[in-house]
């Protein structure tokens, strides 16, 4: 290509960068509309968008980027009436008198008596905002009537951990506490994690889970006298003891009784029973405990149900240290029948002896290698529970 040829080509390409290039104004315009919808999206307003002409093309800029961000998405939902809405997370902070409501993303919040009659006023009122979810901490047996009456008028309830919400909270930055704002704290834990709603207890599964625990306190007062006894000089205190332990074996033996009653007057209990019993050193007070304490068994994965009663090793890793896997949280009632179970299938039962001796033998301290068959008789028992299968010697 000669030099007047290329001159040419150059003043061919300059003219028709100069037709592409926006003109000055219209850049200036652009500018405005762009500072003008960031002004609005702070405010959490949007510039009006009136119909634009069949054929036009908007001169509004298209702009994104985390800078032009309006705020986090949430999941809509259209009514009938065709308009748009966030979805609706409750949470409710309960203690012995009332209850402390708020609402998300609303903001609305509003106490309530904790009664009959305000209960199922607050179920009325509740159906009508439709919400997603609600959630409520367990709180030492003060949640179960809210929870019970709410999810009986149909509405979707999860109760969680209050340690849970607590460390949501402090991860959020909130640092004080009071009921106004455990209740906002419940309400945006509901709406970020969205805990899964499980069925509550029935009323049968809570009459025979308080029995159970009933039988525990009494058993746990038995061993204190006992500890008691050992220690006193006094012949006159040695005798009250012996007439309290004399009095609480009676008392445990009708509580005994009284499970047994209502463990039988159920078929589906009674067979339940019958098949955990048939796994070698599962006795009745591990069988009822599980019955009445662990209704998910059977219908967990094995991952799922270690988890929940607190028997998953938890990493404890971090660059190149490899720190000791170690068990938390879960139910602890339910941990300690199955290590009385493990302690007694470890010497009876074939196939936890097996692992126990192996484990033992690779150098495993005997809590932990109790613990690795507390995890694998849990398995066992919920995959009995879930094929409906007595257990059979492998």
């Given at each position: 290509?000669?030099?007047?040829?290329?001159?040419?080509?150059?003043?061919?390409?300059?003219?028709?960068?100069?037709?592409?290039?926006?003109?000055?104004?219209?850049?200036?315009?652009?500018?405005?509309?762009?500072?003008?919808?960031?002004?609005?999206?702070?405010?959490?307003?949007?510039?009006?968008?009136?119909?634009?002409?069949?054929?036009?093309?908007?001169?509004?800029?298209?702009?994104?980027?985390?800078?032009?961000?309006?705020?986090?998405?949430?999941?809509?939902?259209?009514?009938?009436?065709?308009?748009?809405?966030?979805?609706?997370?409750?949470?409710?902070?309960?203690?012995?008198?009332?209850?402390?409501?708020?609402?998300?993303?609303?903001?609305?919040?509003?106490?309530?008596?904790?009664?009959?009659?305000?209960?199922?006023?607050?179920?009325?009122?509740?159906?009508?905002?439709?919400?997603?979810?609600?959630?409520?901490?367990?709180?030492?047996?003060?949640?179960?009537?809210?929870?019970?009456?709410?999810?009986?008028?149909?509405?979707?309830?999860?109760?969680?951990?209050?340690?849970?919400?607590?460390?949501?909270?402090?991860?959020?930055?909130?640092?004080?506490?009071?009921?106004?704002?455990?209740?906002?704290?419940?309400?945006?834990?509901?709406?970020?994690?969205?805990?899964?709603?499980?069925?509550?207890?029935?009323?049968?599964?809570?009459?025979?889970?308080?029995?159970?625990?009933?039988?525990?306190?009494?058993?746990?007062?038995?061993?204190?006298e006992r500890n008691r006894r050992s220690q006193i000089q006094s012949s006159w205190v040695r005798k009250d003891i012996e007439a309290s332990l004399a009095d609480l074996a009676v008392r445990i033996e009708a509580v005994d009784a009284e499970i047994e009653s209502h463990v039988k007057a159920s078929p589906i209990w009674r067979s339940q029973e019958n098949l955990l019993k048939t796994v070698p050193g599962v006795g009745d007070v591990v069988a009822r405990s599980l019955i009445a304490e662990l209704p998910e068994l059977g219908t967990l994965s094995r991952r799922k149900i270690a988890a929940l009663v607190g028997l998953a090793p938890y990493a404890n890793d971090s660059g190149q240290f490899s720190g000791k896997r170690s068990i938390r949280g879960g139910r602890m009632a339910i941990r300690t029948v199955l290590y009385m179970a493990a302690v007694t299938a470890s010497r009876c039962n074939p196939a936890i002896a097996a692992m126990y001796k192996r484990l033992r033998a690779a150098g495993k301290k005997p809590k932990v290698a109790l613990t690795a068959c507390m995890r694998k008789l849990l398995v066992m028992l919920n995959a009995i529970a879930r094929d409906q299968k007595p257990w059979q010697t492998a």
């Open positions: 290509m000669g030099a007047s040829e290329a001159r040419s080509f150059d003043a061919a390409s300059a003219k028709a960068l100069a037709a592409l290039a926006p003109t000055p104004s219209l850049v200036c315009k652009e500018a405005r509309v762009a500072v003008v919808y960031r002004r609005s999206s702070r405010a959490g307003d949007r510039p009006s968008q009136g119909p634009s002409p069949r054929g036009s093309k908007d001169p509004r800029p298209r702009l994104s980027g985390p800078e032009q961000s309006p705020g986090p998405l949430r999941r809509a939902r259209i009514r009938k009436d065709g308009a748009m809405e966030s979805a609706v997370y409750v949470g409710i902070d309960v203690s012995k008198d009332r209850l402390d409501v708020h609402v998300r993303p609303s903001g609305e919040h509003f106490v309530v008596a904790s009664d009959d009659k305000m209960l199922s006023r607050l179920a009325e009122r509740l159906r009508g905002l439709e919400p997603r979810l609600i959630v409520l901490e367990a709180t030492g047996g003060l949640q179960v009537k809210a929870a019970g009456l709410l999810a009986a008028a149909g509405l979707p309830v999860a109760v969680v951990n209050p340690r849970q919400v607590r460390d949501f909270a402090k991860s959020s930055g909130r640092l004080a506490k009071t009921d106004r704002l455990d209740a906002a704290a419940i309400a945006h834990f509901a709406e970020a994690i969205k805990p899964e709603p499980r069925p509550l207890p029935d009323e049968a599964q809570r009459g025979l889970a308080a029995l159970v625990e009933r039988r525990r306190e009494l058993v746990a007062l038995r061993v204190a």
